[in-house]
Antibody
Framework: EVHLVESGGGLVKPGGSLRLSCAAS????????MHWVRQAPGRGLEWVSW????????HYADSMKGRFTVSRDNAKNAMYLQMNSLRVEDTAVYYC???????????????WGQGTLVTVSS | QSALTQPASVSGSPGQSITISCTGT?????????VSWYQQRPGKAPRLLIY???SRPSGVSDRFSGSKSGNTASLTISGLQAEDEADYYC??????????FGGGTKVTVL
């Protein structure tokens, strides 16, 4: 069974940094691309970033470019999201989700973690 | 980039069919046949319902079906059940190498 567990969320001040982790199990992690998706309180889903299975291909939503960095360690079955210059509007539950294809164009999100809450507030 | 356009809410009685629309542009839905749909119950993570416009993953009821015409994709729930009460989101790949969600639709079973 696919299992994704996010961690690293918490309270951070505007302008601060946070690193999220996503631990994967139940499948061959190195064969799958992965996504980060976020959801602000009471709001809809927003795609954040995607990383290919070998980290060769990476894409970000425009509003995250330059501030967020996605990475993965296939030996540890883990994906990360380094978030810098955080803003109040980055407050959200951050989900990791498994992708299905080596090209972003054919991707969907076939399994999701339960999410980790990031709160940006002074 | 603006979210794909979904109705804020749709309702129906048990046993009825309802359809949720998801309208984009020629830069996303209109060009790419990679639309997916997700169900999210309160306090839970989203769950994949439909991918590649109309394909269903194993374990998803055949009461859920998807289609596309032009710049608009649709999710139909037939034989509406109380357990279908949830938020539903569409998603599409876009020409700018990003993924775009719809704003979400709250389904209420009357």
């Amino acid at each position: 069974e696919v299992h994704l567990v996010e961690s690293g969320g918490g309270l951070v001040k505007p302008g601060g940094s946070l690193r999220l982790s996503c631990a994967a199990s139940g499948f061959d992690f190195s064969d799958y691309s992965m996504h980060w998706v976020r959801q602000a309180p009471g709001r809809g889903l927003e795609w954040v970033s995607w990383i290919g299975s070998r980290s060769t291909y990476i894409h970000y939503a425009d509003s995250m470019k330059g501030r967020f960095t996605v990475s993965r360690d296939n030996a540890k079955n883990a994906m990360y999201l380094q978030m810098n210059s955080l803003r109040v509007e980055d407050t959200a539950v951050y989900y990791c989700a498994r992708g299905n294809h080596w090209q972003l164009v054919q991707n969907f999100f076939d399994n999701w973690g339960q999410g980790t809450l990031v709160t940006v507030s002074s | 980039q603006s979210a794909l356009t979904q109705p804020a809410s749709v309702s129906g009685s048990p046993g009825q069919s309802i359809t949720i629309s998801c309208t984009g542009t020629s830069s996303d839905i209109g060009t790419y046949n990679y639309v997916s749909w997700y169900q999210q119950r309160p306090g839970k993570a989203p769950r994949l319902l439909i991918y590649d416009i109309s394909s269903r993953p194993s374990g998803v009821s055949d009461r859920f079906s998807g289609s596309k015409s032009g710049n608009t994709a649709s999710l139909t729930i037939s034989g509406l059940q109380a357990e279908d009460e949830a938020d539903y989101y569409c998603n599409s790949y876009t020409w700018s190498s990003t993924m775009l969600f719809g704003g979400g639709t709250k389904v209420t079973v009357l």
